[in-house]
């Protein structure tokens, strides 16, 4: 192989190509698939849905963000690389790379800062619209993607007039015979890759018993669309061939490895290695008289051989013939992972069997296999032509030196080298964190909480005037007794003979008077005159700044006077009688043996 700037040049696009198709072959999936998961949300109120949401917008920035910037890389090479190419071909393509600019990539990046960043800001249901305009952007944008490419494989409505193509019919251009079944078919592998990377994912989690709910749903919804979607996907991809078939007999024939041509009943070759020198294929192992069926749906259906096809004009066997079985392989395999998969969720034996959760955890990648296998078999089985049967590739490289491409496909080699894995690291470990469970979701908890804190605000009062009870009626008792001796009324001084004193001062003697005991001072009249002074302590100024009974503990509270409410002989009555007293609170009026009162 000369390594020239025409083979450096398509070394290098088809290089950025398979790391760019990688993330919009996500994005496209997982977009709609965010969609789904809040449109669940606001119906039914469950927040696992809003869980798994907020753990996957996570992902779908970082690959749509490498989407984009791999994109913008790509694009520059038409003008770099390919700028015979960009001449010949920039009436027809510019509009249409255009049109994607305009009404996909301004939709989503007007949309995408809302998605991701706006939720608390313009609602929830403002929010799930931007959501849904995010994921009809990356349907738009592949629509204009696939019609410029489709048009590149099967070039329709234009003239040719000194080397340059003008349009002549758009609908024509935009809507090409090979359009509808590569723009299907391109959707649902889209779809199938995101549903495998959710269904992986989900079974790493389940294998490490994180987010056990969360997991279990993912697994169920991944493997219910990949039983609806992989069966078509096969239809698809089988009209699609019909389409190859009559547009492009080449791509064809290296597709199946037919080197000789059939009139009818042309056999069915599974696997063989397409030897170019000798056109023939070696180890060939085929299946009698069935390929005319399955190629054209008639058992004497003709296939044209690659010997028809002038050796310049061939593609390269050996790589279409097996990036299209890798990818026909890879289908089947998803057929059969979708229906057993879908059963076992359905079951429930996905969630309890972890052989079955190792057996998913390999084809997480399986659909970005897939999707690149299938790019290769386009891309590669259109050459030797940029517009197929009109301009070679040859003819659309720019005129530059080989040193130059080298050098940028070596800078490009590098920089992917170092952002690619780190992308994909990143991601990888959002991923086997799981969802973060909320201990009380927002919209589940909303209802009981509103109820709990009346139920237990009472009691807690309740529980703090029982508490309390104790304290309050010996301060009570006390005050009383002080204010009868101020006011000298000796008949307010008799107290209750049932009315419990609770802990009683131990250091004041027994005396005979009750008050005298509470408030420390002799039982005679003339000694309780207000007049007398204390004993030993001289009046202070502010005679309730050096109260004796200010250093109890218990007088820590404002006086009746400082406060708004107290207790008075009424309120200690009152408590007397209702039952919130501490349990310690002797009651004479309960049938108590202890106390004598059975």
Not at 134 to 161: C, D, K
Not at 503 to 515: H, L, Q, R, T, Y
Request: charged share 20%.
């Amino acid at each position: 192989m000369e390594w020239d700037a025409l083979t450096l040049s398509r070394l290098q696009f088809a290089f950025t190509i398979s790391f760019h198709i990688i993330f919009p072959s996500f994005s496209i999936g997982l977009a709609s698939y965010l969609a789904v998961l809040e449109g669940l949300w606001l119906r039914s109120g469950n927040d696992k849905y809003l869980r798994l949401y907020d753990y996957w917008v996570k992902i779908f920035a970082i690959t749509f963000a490498m989407g984009v910037v791999s994109g913008i890389v790509m694009s520059y090479q038409f003008g770099t690389n390919w700028s015979a190419f960009s001449q010949a071909t920039g009436n027809i393509l510019g509009p249409l790379l255009g049109y994607e600019v305009l009404t996909a990539f301004f939709l989503e990046a007007s949309f995408l800062g809302i998605m991701l960043f706006g939720r608390h800001l313009v609602g929830p249901g403002l929010h799930f619209i931007a959501t849904c305009i995010v994921a009809l952007g990356t349907l738009v944008s592949a629509f204009w993607i696939l019609a410029a490419n489709s048009w590149m494989q099967y070039p329709v409505g234009y003239e040719l007039r000194d080397g340059v193509f003008y349009a002549t019919d758009w609908l024509a251009i935009i809507f090409s015979p090979t359009f509808p079944y590569r723009l299907v078919h391109m959707v649902i592998a889209a779809y199938l890759t995101t549903a495998f990377v959710v269904a992986g994912v989900a079974a790493i989690l389940l294998l490490r018993r994180r987010a056990l709910e969360e997991s279990a749903t993912m697994l169920k919804m991944a493997f219910g669309l990949i039983a609806i979607l992989a069966p078509l996907q096969l239809v698809a991809g089988h009209e699609h061939g019909l389409s190859v078939y009559d547009t492009q007999p080449s791509k064809l024939a290296a597709m199946e490895g037919h080197w000789e041509t059939w009139e009818g009943s042309a056999p069915l070759i599974l696997f063989a290695w397409p030897d170019e020198a000798s056109e023939t294929n070696l180890y060939e192992i085929k299946i009698p008289e069935i390929g005319s069926w399955i190629v054209t749906g008639d058992w004497d259906g003709a296939i044209t051989g690659l010997k028809e096809f002038a050796p310049e004009d061939r593609p390269n066997v050996p790589l279409v013939f097996w990036s299209f079985r890798v990818m026909v392989g890879i289908g089947f395999l998803m057929i059969l992972y979708g229906l057993v998969g879908a059963w076992a969720s359905w079951t429930g034996l996905m969630e309890r069997m972890r052989t079955l959760q190792v057996l998913v955890v390999p084809m997480l990648p399986a659909g970005f296999i897939a999707v690149l296998a299938g790019w290769i078999t386009a891309e590669a089985g259109r050459q030797p032509y940029t517009v197929y049967g009109l301009l070679r590739t040859s003819e659309s490289v720019s005129p530059i030196a080989a040193e130059q491409v080298a050098a940028s496909l070596l800078m490009f080699v590098a920089v992917y080298a170092v952002i690619f894995p780190a992308g994909v690291f990143y991601m990888g470990r959002i991923a086997v964190e799981g969802p973060v469970s909320s201990k009380k979701p927002a919209r589940k908890k909303k209802p009981a909480s509103r109820k709990e804190p009346a139920r237990k605000k009472a009691p807690a009062k309740a529980k703090s005037r029982k508490t309390s009870a104790k304290k309050r009626t010996r301060l009570s008792a006390k005050l009383a007794s002080a204010f009868a001796a101020k006011q000298q009324k000796p008949a307010a001084a008799k107290s209750k003979p049932d009315l419990p004193v609770l802990n009683p001062v131990e250091e004041s003697p027994a005396p005979e008077d009750p008050i005298s005991a509470v408030a420390g001072k002799p039982s005679s009249q003339e000694d309780m005159a207000p007049e007398d002074p204390m004993p030993e302590d001289p009046m202070p100024e502010d005679p309730m700044s050096e109260d004796p009974m200010s250093e109890d503990p218990l007088f820590d509270e404002p006086m009746p006077d400082d406060r708004d409410t107290g207790p008075s002989l009424i309120d200690i009555a009152e408590q007397y009688e209702t039952e919130e007293l501490p349990d310690n609170f002797p009651d004479y009026k309960r049938e108590d043996p202890e106390n004598g009162n059975s």
